[in-house]
């Protein structure tokens, strides 16, 4: 099985920044906008350098999004970031009538999604903004799960025509994609190769489910681990294939079960190809104080969960 | 120098259309569409800089409007027929199945004219906020105007855009206010008073011109004292005093009319009420 090793750890975020500045160099037409936010969403190297293409929109997201879509109207390609719990479930509304029903070639970017955020507690810790999102007709919805993958997202998103929600996080997380690794929105990424099981992984789950794979092999289970980096429009594809293949399927995300990855993966293979399935996500609680180890440990989204899930679903084959 | 008489005729048979449109799906908004006739007709044939044959979302090279108050869609897709649009028969599918235009406005179809849906009150001011934006930085001179219900100022998204437009001095923004003091629920006052909107638009910021909203004269200089306005880092609020269901008389002088059709009975005397001055669709 292909071992994967930590090429360093940066946060996704830092991602996000990063592949917004390449993208101020490249694209005149990249915009953005921040709700206050400035420093957590890693914005300050892009408008350092294009002042003059970046909105401050105060503690006022609403408006915010509104003037996205009035920039994207007029071919500007617009970033606004601000937290997912605010990038979302605040403004869905505008999100639904100005982005999502018009069309407009706005991009949302969410950071500090998921328990990951820690100690903030529960208000701030989104866990069903993948599910708002996916919801939305025309929206395209991206959660990726390293500095590296984060930051060719980001660029992906802007050659992208049409709303995106691209989701990232706060912690300090391995590396682990390669640098070059050619990003396609859509198209779901296959990490390890493997015979007994698939494991779905979106976010921050997907270096889990790399060591999970590791730790299964060493008990005699082959586990295919796939990257779903695009919840919509999903690879039912590649879902299809590998599960064809394996019979057993595992889903690990930084979300609510409800709404998630693992509910677009059921959906699809109750439709076309029925398996049994087994999902790593939060189950209809809210979150609460803590490092974010204590709490992925507490909610049930670490490494042994996914090895555990992984035995339970190998069982009902 | 402006016709007002040609631009009335031309007020005239928008209302007409109004009526005939709400009242062939019997559904629709005509309160706020009649009240608001002499504005659109003075807005597209008079005072924007436009070119119906060439629209294009980015409006590049030529104003904008957003119509924030979607509800009144009627009179809005009545002015853009008449004024070259799209061709004045289509006008006839409004609210039917396979419809481009829709009980409120949208892109989603594909009608010249319109670039952002509306009809979940508040977001207009945010996106005519963004388009003004775009505009400044593409070194484009031409301005972005928006209509808003006066009830609708009650969403807080509104306050957010006054904000945001006077502190960025995003001054290629005109935005009109249909000050007709009715909503749904009754008076505005009465609703959820709206207090002293001229302190409130100035104390934010911005500048302020009142005018009459059915009075064709006064509301062509309105429109032209707003446009002196900009350029000058403010934005501009028109607060145009209007009487909601203006032109047919059952329908004015209450808030009934707000979201209702007539029934054929009533239609009739609308009709005998408006003139058939440039032919109907």
């Not at chain 2, 006077?166 to 000050?179: G, P, Q, Y």
Request: glycine share 10%; with cysteine; charged share 20%.
């Amino acid at each position: 099985m292909k071992k994967f090793v930590s090429l360093g750890n940066k946060d996704t975020r830092s991602g996000f920044g990063a592949g917004l500045y390449e993208l101020g160099k490249t694209n005149p037409n990249v915009v953005a906008l921040c709700a206050d936010l400035i420093g957590s969403l890693k914005m300050d190297d892009f408008i350092k350098e294009h002042p003059e293409r970046f909105f401050q929109a105060g503690i006022a997201e609403a408006n915010m999004i509104g003037v996205s879509a009035g920039l994207a109207v007029s071919g500007k390609i617009p970033f606004a970031g601000t937290f997912a719990a605010f990038a979302t479930g605040r403004v869905y509304d505008q999100i639904r009538q100005s982005v999502a029903y018009s069309n407009t070639n706005v991009k949302i970017a969410a950071s500090h999604a998921g328990l990951t955020l820690g100690e903030d507690g529960a208000t701030h810790q989104m866990m069903e903004d993948l599910g708002l999102m996916k919801m939305l007709p025309n929206m395209t919805v991206i959660n990726p799960c390293d500095y590296n993958q984060t930051k060719a997202a980001t660029i992906a998103a802007a050659a992208w025509n049409g709303p995106v929600y691209l989701r990232f996080g706060r912690p300090v997380v391995p590396i682990f994609i390669p640098e070059d690794q050619e990003f396609v929105i859509g198209k779901a990424l296959q990490l390890t190769e493997g015979t007994d099981v698939t494991i779905f992984a979106t976010g921050h789950l997907v270096w889990k489910a790399l060591q999970a794979a590791e730790v299964l092999e060493q008990k005699g289970i082959s586990a295919e681990v796939i990257n779903i980096h695009t919840i919509k429009p999903l690879d039912e594809e590649a879902i299809l294939r590998s599960v064809s293949k394996t019979r057993a399927v595992v889903t690990a995300e930084e979300h609510f079960m409800n709404g998630g990855l693992g509910d677009s993966v059921a959906q699809v293979l109750a439709r076309k190809l029925p398996t049994p399935l087994e999902m790593v996500a939060v189950n209809d609680t809210f979150g609460e104080s803590g490092t974010p180890e204590q709490l992925m440990v507490k909610y049930g989204l670490d490494t042994p969960n996914i090895v555990e899930a992984v035995q339970k679903v190998m069982a009902r084959k | 120098m402006a016709d007002i008489t040609k631009l009335q005729s031309i007020a005239t048979q928008v209302r007409r259309d109004v009526i005939r449109m709400v009242h062939a799906p019997a559904s629709g908004h005509p309160g706020g569409s009649l009240g608001c006739a002499d504005f659109f007709t003075a807005l597209y044939f008079e005072v924007l800089n436009h070119h119906p044959a060439k629209f294009t979302l980015s409006g590049e090279g030529q104003d904008m409007f957003f119509l924030s108050n979607g509800h009144i869609s009627p009179a809005w897709y009545s002015v853009l027929a008449r004024s070259g649009y799209f061709e004045v028969k289509e006008l006839s599918t409004f609210r039917l199945i396979d419809s481009r235009l829709q009980g409120h406005p949208t892109p989603a179809e594909h009608l010249p004219g319109i670039r952002v849906a509306s009809g979940s009150l508040g977001q207009g001011l945010s996106v005519a906020a963004g388009a003004a934006l775009a505009k400044k930085l593409n070194g484009d001179k031409n301005l972005v105007y928006t209509l808003h219900g006066d009830g609708e100022l009650q969403e807080g998204q509104i306050w957010e855009a006054v904000m945001f437009a006077a502190a960025r001095k995003i001054d290629n923004l005109i935005a009109t206010v249909d000050f007709n003091g009715k909503q749904i629920d009754g008076p505005t006052d009465q609703v959820m008073s709206l207090g002293d909107l001229k302190a409130k638009w100035l104390a934010f910021g911005w500048e302020v011109v009142e005018t009459n909203g059915n009075d064709m004269a006064q509301l062509l200089e309105g429109f032209a004292q707003a446009k002196k306005l900009t350029g000058n880092g403010k934005p501009v609020c028109i607060l145009m005093r209007t009487e909601m269901g203006m032109g047919v008389d059952y329908m004015m002088g209450t808030h009934k009319w707000h979201g209702k059709a007539p029934n054929d009975e009533e239609f009739a005397r609308a009709m005998a009420q408006l003139p058939e001055t440039l032919g109907d669709y």
